[in-house]
């Protein structure tokens, strides 16, 4: 079946670097979707991307889908700490059972005042 | 507008106790998700409804979990009897079609 690499599992950074993470599959995707989701609460949308090599940025929050559509990357500008929490990539796809959504395991970023 | 609204937020119980997690997605949402969350498998996807019919519960793990949806603004995920393994985080997640998914704060289960 359908699965996601996404890497880095973790990073910590120092506030005001750029961070970047990114999500890769051997199958093909629609759909991508980045997830946020802060501690004790449920994942939020931060940025869908509908189109092979489609670009979309949110405030400080960049992503891409990848021309293959087999990967995307987020990139996150001059980090803050609100920043800190778990990102998640998913890919969703159109076949057998509708709408079907694949998460990666998550990027768990820690940023030091 | 209210989001996706779980309760209880937090659940304790003992091993071979009935646990009901409940539901109420956001109004107007055709799609009702149940996930579940750990550390080791990530989120998995336990079943699904369209229009307050079951899809898909091929990630429902065994006979122990159920899961109805008697309307549209309600939906239980029971586990039955429970055990420590079935400790996590459980989510209920909402959509329209084929949009993305709103993720309601999730129930965090401990099984003793």
Redesign the interface.
């Given at each position: 079946g359908q699965q996601l690499n996404q890497s880095p599992q973790s990073m910590f950074i120092q506030e005001g670097e750029d961070v970047s993470m990114n999500c890769t599959s051997s199958s093909i995707f629609n759909?991508w979707?980045w997830?946020k989701q802060d501690p004790?609460?449920?994942?939020?949308?931060l940025i869908?991307l509908y189109k092979a090599g489609e670009l979309t940025s949110n405030g400080r929050l960049t992503a891409q889908f990848g021309i293959t559509r087999k990967d995307s990357f987020l990139n996150i500008s001059a980090s803050i700490p609100s920043d800190v929490g778990i990102y998640?990539c998913a890919g969703?796809y159109?076949g057998g059972?509708?709408?079907?959504?694949i998460?990666?395991?998550?990027t768990k970023l820690s940023v030091k005042p | 507008d209210a989001g996706v609204i779980q309760s209880p937020r937090h659940e304790v119980t003992e091993m071979g106790q009935e646990v009901t997690l409940r539901c109420k997605p956001i109004s107007g949402h055709d799609y009702l998700f149940w996930y579940r969350q750990t550390m080791m498998r990530g989120l998995e996807l336990l079943i699904y409804f369209n229009n307050n019919v079951p899809i898909d519960d091929s990630g429902m793990p065994e006979d122990r979990f159920s899961a109805k949806m008697p309307n549209a603004s309600f939906s239980t995920l029971k586990i039955q009897p429970s055990e420590p393994r079935d400790s996590a985080v459980y989510f209920c997640a909402s959509s329209l079609a084929r949009d993305y998914r709103f993720f309601g704060p999730g129930t965090r289960l401990t099984v003793l």
């Open positions: 759909t979707l997830y004790g609460e449920g994942p939020v949308l869908a998640f969703q159109y059972s509708q709408g079907n959504l998460f990666g395991k998550g | -």
